[in-house]
């Protein structure tokens, strides 16, 4: 099964399963060869930078697990560190955000500002931190000196991703259960959440955004286009979606496997879709 | 419903009672209550209430079980507060009434018409005549509501915080005076008087979060907070603050030497000024990551001892094996070094210790041997503990006595025949070892849990759950502590009548006491988080924790400057040591001190008015914002700042929180790089004097010479922001919310010194304009995150005039930054867009609006003057001029548009400067 997707292009997309990476160039899928790390891997995240991929997961042992990355370098050298902290890890441009219980770094340069405010973090830039808590409704943004809560009314905020223009959207859910049910979008001039206008019966848990005008919603049922004026529904093709990227031309990535989550029999066999917009921008 | 004292910042709705139907707000509850005319008070004993006339006689006694309150009824009788039940008695102490509430303790207030009941959130109102329910005043997260009972009408008023830390969570206290106004505070220490008919009337704040409210029968408020008590009286006047605590002191400074390397260090001991020990982690400890190092410094430099015998095993959890957890180094009674621990034995089936045991080596040579004395007897000591169980204890007495404890058993010698371990307890018994004895000392006390014990001339002194005894027996029992969190309890003894005992928790104030050979004298811990006593004699004692204080027989003082670190005793009076990673500090008397920078505190002003709006005009074209790019010397461009500041002669320093340079022309040369994860943790974080040369703060006040950072000057917590005065003289002011620390501190040719008497606030930015016109601004309160503080609660913007400081009140909240634009004038800033303009002792606050109105609720994070002018920064892209009529929006676009700008310097002759996370911009003019 594939645990994630992250691209820097339509060209550069990498693929984790939970111990082994794939790259698609455009037109081939090739599996790179890792390090022979000591622990036993099991891989659950990537982040891209301008040189180099990582790939986050954990060595688990008796008492407990311990997070380790997986990092290779823009010359193919790769390295296998166990990291002592629990962090999370996002690739901003050429430089790594790194997350943890001390604090927020930047290239390894702790930022002046540490309050620890969600687990889940999304970025445009350092000065446009966006953190916050699956399991919560709260909402917070960081500008580089502070932070600020961004109420939104919600129980929980699933999913959440700022576009270019640095406009965050979310997808988040009005109930403790079950998948989102809401879509807001931060207005920047009215310094206030807008709520996008989404069909009752919208149920997803993923967004991922390259513009105002393409947007996706990710559920387990279905996948949501909105273009800015207009949401367009298909169902979801992979029975688990467990990642998902949107390149700059709108078309997203789903990775993730043929079985749903719990289900009897083998285990989930990994599967990738390229899912395009419905304005058929990109085949 | 609107009414126009709503428009108070902290109140956000108020709703109920038609303002028609509300009676004027009552004049100042001057003291109306009448004499009683018989009981003057009501004492409570245990299973009665007892009524007692003005001479103190008693006029009758009524039996009444689970009595929390009693006070005397305007009647002659009394109301008393029993369990769950009010009942209220006649003057002859027949029963009126009782009714069932859901108070269970509290406080009671009776008026000529009603009894209130009080506890933190909530107040129920009774009918004085039958004990009828005449409705409640509760507090919650939202504000403050009435569920009135006809003919008083329900009412609700919606309150906020300050604006502060995004996750602040609301908790509100209230009381009902007698003539029905209510008092609310919060967390924030804000505090909301609402009247009768549920208006807001004004709203002020106080330092620290708002804990209890009581309602005195003088119609004033008794307000406690962390910081003490404040009373509150109408129309929001300030009767009285808590007194100042212990005075922090610049008469000792802290000087560093080379230090041992460690990350952390666990003990350390001087044996001779040429022969000092340390041991420690030389990473930050971790399972995975399990060291320990010994280092020996021979007065000059620091050099690491191989110990194969203090290998850490990396790995131990299952693992089967044993290894040594040095605890203490200590002094043994040939003077030889004891490095004293525990022996860890490593269960292989459970993820646990399998039994622990005490272990002692000694230096011999250059090598370390088991104590050969001891070593048989160790094995007295082994228990069953599945986690390191923490400190042994070790005391050196006269006559070769010596003691060694893990935990309650102990190994002695030395002691005389009729030691007991406690009344009752066993004589101790061979250890196997002679002359070492054996002995169980019980406290009843968790295992984990501190037992110092010390040797007085010849006795045997312990302090543990059971108290503090001497030679077993228990001088004096200690209260049950209320938390056994951070529990901390110390002894340090320098003779048979000179003996300190600290107690410390999470919760309960933290004391020392002393023994003089007679009698216990209890003091107040002078630290808020006491670890360590140790004295040189009655006029040399020192308390570490959270900070340092001395006393010198009279007062005691705050050190200020003393570093975090471990606290180690001195080698003579009037030194002690404090070693942190990489350096050793020694702490003595300054005989360069200088005197403090004195002004007289004047008593806390009244609630003030809401503040007005302040339109934001449209954009002024007259300047444009260019981002620029500059070249530093030996390392990547600077693109992104947090500060930027101007020096005489024009010179320019930015910050990026991790670079300080000076700008020359497009270049710019290096003056400090910050350690990766020790950014910059300030706001206006340097003050060039010149070329090459100032200060600036790096954790600690450190000066730049000759075109580099030079020693530290002093280490002070919380500094955000230093300005020059014209005269030269650089101050500093901090944001700690520690009473102790200094909030102000001046450096000038002939050193530092320290500004006393400023009122206690959380301070983030100074403007001397002179050094007898000089202009703090901050907050009441403060938070931190560990990497920075900055100031929270209600703002507050105080001048100093050479001779005496006065305050004013922000409305809006915490001001972050202040400029002095002329004489006795300037303006602050500071959150939910919040201005302050004061001039000739008079004081306008403004709130900044758009011009459809709306209130734009920004945070404000800097303030400068320029020519006829002043420059005013934030957050959400906000840049604006006001040119002494107008506030004019500067168009920065070009940074985004939910950018934060962090400094400004105004443009004058030169373009000016714009910086931010996001860049760095030139104010010029435009074309």
């Known amino acids: 099964m594939l645990v994630a997707v992250e691209g820097r292009d339509e060209r550069d997309v990498w693929l984790l399963s939970q111990s082994a990476l794939f790259h698609w160039d455009g037109a081939r899928l090739v599996e790179e060869k890792g390090p022979a790390c000591k622990q036993r891997l099991d891989l659950s995240g990537l982040a891209l930078t301008r040189d180099a991929v990582i790939a986050l997961g954990a060595h688990h042992e008796f008492e407990g697990s311990t997070p380790l990355e997986v990092r290779r370098s823009g010359r193919g050298r790769w390295s296998c560190d166990l990291l002592v902290v629990h962090r999370r890890t996002i690739a901003l441009g050429p430089a790594l955000l790194g997350l943890g219980p001390d604090g927020l770094t930047l290239s390894g340069l702790a930022l002046p500002y540490r309050r620890w405010l969600g687990p889940e973090i999304a970025a445009r830039t350092a000065e446009d931190l966006w953190l916050y808590d699956a399991d919560q409704g709260d909402v917070f943004h960081g500008n580089g000196v502070g932070w600020e809560s961004r109420p939104t009314g919600l129980a929980r905020v699933l999913s959440l991703r700022v ?121 | 419903l609107k009414h126009a004292s709503l428009s108070l910042a902290l109140v956000l709705a108020a709703c109920g009672a038609p303002p028609a139907t509300v009676k004027p707000p009552p004049p100042a509850p001057e003291a109306k209550l009448e004499t009683p005319p018989a009981t003057a008070s009501v004492e409570r ?215 041992p390397p460690l990350a952390e260090v666990r003990s350390v001991v001087a044996l001779a000024p040429d022969d000092v020990w340390a041991v420690g982690s030389p990473v930050p400890y971790s399972v995975e990551v399990r060291q320990q190092e010994l280092y020996h410094s021979d007065g000059k430099t620091w050099r690491r001892v191989d110990a194969p015998e203090l290998r850490l095993l990396p790995h131990p959890i299952l693992s089967g094996r044993e290894d040594f957890w040095v605890d203490s180094l200590s002094r043994g009674p040939d003077g030889r070094l004891l490095v004293i621990g525990t022996q860890l034995s490593w269960s292989n089936v459970y993820p646990a210790l399998a039994g622990v045991s005490l272990r002692v080596l000694e230096r011999a040579g250059s090598r370390f041997r088991e104590r050969p004395d001891l070593a048989p007897a160790l094995a007295k000591t082994a228990q069953h503990i599945e986690s390191n169980p923490g400190a042994p204890t070790y005391a050196r007495g006269p006559g070769g006595r010596e003691v060694l404890c893990l935990v309650d058993l102990c190994l002695a010698r030395g002691l005389p025949p009729s030691f007991r371990p406690g009344k009752d307890a066993a004589a101790p018994v061979s250890a196997g070892a002679p002359p070492w004895t054996f002995f169980e000392w019980s406290s009843n006390g968790m295992w984990w849990k501190s037992r110092p014990i010390a040797f007085a001339g010849e006795k045997l002194w312990r302090l543990d759950a059971s108290g503090i005894s001497r030679d077993g027996e228990v001088l004096r029992a200690l209260p049950e502590p209320t938390s056994q969190e951070w529990l901390m309890y110390d002894l340090w ?54 900070g340092l204080a001395h006393f010198d027989g009279k007062a005691w003082q705050r050190i200020a400057g003393a570093p975090a670190g471990r606290f180690v005793p001195g080698l003579a009076p009037g030194e002690v040591w404090i070693v942190r990673t990489g350096s050793l500090f020694r702490v003595a008397l300054d005989p360069n001190a200088q005197p403090d920078v004195e002004g007289a505190t004047a008593l806390a002003p009244p609630a003030v008015a809401p503040s007005r709006p302040l339109a934001v005009g449209p954009v002024d074209p007259s300047v444009r914002l260019e981002r620029v790019s500059i070249d530093v010397d030996g390392g990547p461009p600077l693109t992104t700042a947090l500060g930027v500041v101007e020096g005489p002669g024009g010179v320019v320093w930015l910050h990026d929180g991790h670079r300080l340079v000076e700008v020359d022309g497009a270049r710019a040369r290096l003056l400090y790089q910050a350690p990766p994860l020790a950014p910059l943790a300030c706001q206006r974080c340097a003050a060039p004097s010149g070329p090459g040369r100032g200060l600036f703060v790096a954790r600690s006040l450190r000066a730049v010479a000759a075109g580099r950072a030079a020693d530290e000057i002093l280490w002070l917590p919380a500094v955000l922001s230093l300005a020059r005065a014209p005269s030269g003289a650089t101050w500093a002011v901090s944001a700690s919310d520690d009473d102790g620390s200094p909030r102000a501190v001046v450096h000038g040719a002939s050193g530092l010194r320290l500004v006393a008497g400023l009122p206690a606030a959380a301070y983030a930015d100074v403007a001397p304009r002179a050094d007898d016109d000089v202009w703090f601004a901050g907050g009441l309160g403060a938070s931190s995150d560990d990497a920075r503080a900055w100031p929270e609660g209600e703002g507050t913007l105080v001048r100093f005039d050479g001779r005496a400081f006065t305050r004013h009140r922000a409305p809006d909240g915490a001001l972050h930054a202040v400029a002095a634009t002329g004489p006795a004038e300037a303006w602050a800033v500071g959150a939910a867009g919040g201005v302050l303009h004061a001039r000739s002792g008079a004081v306008e606050a403004f709130h900044l609006v758009a011009e459809d109105g709306a209130r734009l609720p920004v945070m404000l994070r800097a303030a400068a003057a320029g020519p006829e002018e002043v420059w005013i920064a934030g957050d959400r892209s906000t840049l604006l001029r006001w040119d002494g009529t107008s506030l004019r929006r500067i168009d920065a676009k070009v940074a985004g548009r939910d950018a934060a700008l962090t400094a400004v310097i105004a443009p004058g002759a030169k373009p000016g400067w714009v910086v931010g996370p996001g860049g760095i911009w030139r104010v010029v003019r435009a074309r």
Request: aromatic share 6%; hydrophobic share 40%; proline share 7%.
């Open chain 1, 163 to 283: 576009d270019a223009t640095g406009a965050a959207w979310l997808v988040g859910a009005t109930e403790s259960k079950g998948e989102g049910d809401v879509v807001l979008r931060w207005d920047l001039a009215a310094h206030a959440w807008r709520r996008v206008p989404t069909p009752a019966d919208l149920r997803a848990a993923r967004v991922r955004v390259s513009s105002g005008r393409d947007v996706w919603l990710v559920g387990d049922e279905h996948v949501h286009h909105w273009d800015g004026q207009t949401l367009h529904r298909a169902r979801t093709p992979l029975a688990r979606v467990e990642g998902a990227w949107v390149g700059a031309s709108g078309e997203l990535w789903l990775a993730g496997g043929d079985r749903r989550r719990g289900e009897p029999g083998q285990p989930s066999a990994g599967l990738a879709f390229r899912v395009s917009p419905p304005s058929g921008k990109k085949p």
């Open chain 2, 493 to 546: 003894a320098r003779d048979e009548d000179d003996v300190w005992a600290l107690v410390a928790n999470a919760q309960d104030p933290a004391f020392l006491t002393h023994w003089d050979g007679r009698a216990f004298h209890d003091v107040a811990s002078p630290l808020p988080d006491p670890r360590t006593v140790w004295s040189s004699g009655r006029h040399d004692v020192w308390i570490w924790g959270d």
């Open chain 2, 45 to 259: 004993v245990e299973g009665a209430v007892i009524a007692r006339d003005a001479a103190g006689r008693e006029r009758y006694r009524v039996a009444l079980a689970d009595v929390t309150a009693a006070v005397p009824a305007p009647d002659g009788g009394a109301v008393v507060l029993a369990g769950h039940r009010v009942v209220c008695l006649g003057d002859r102490g027949h029963e009126r009434w009782r009714v069932v509430t859901k108070h269970h303790g509290g406080r009671l207030l009776v008026t000529p018409e009603a009894v209130l009941v009080s506890s933190s959130s909530r107040v129920d109102m009774l009918d004085l005549v039958d004990g009828a329910d005449r409705g409640a005043v509760r507090a919650d997260q939202g504000g403050v509501a009435r569920d009135g009972r006809a003919p008083t009408p329900d009412w609700n008023v919606r309150l906020r915080l300050f604006p502060g830390a995004p996750d602040a969570k609301t908790e509100r206290v209230l009381a009902v005076g007698a003539d029905g106004f209510v008092l609310a505070g919060a967390s924030d220490g804000s505090l909301v008087g609402i009247d009768p008919g549920g208006i807001p009337r004004f709203q002020l704040g106080v330092r620290g979060a708002v804990k209890d409210i009581e309602a005195r029968p003088d119609g004033d408020f008794a307000v406690t907070t962390r910081a003490g008590v404040v009373v509150v009286g109408a129309g929001g006047v300030v009767r009285s603050e808590p007194a100042p605590g212990v005075r922090p002191t610049l008469a000792y400074r802290a000087r560093p030497t080379a230090g």
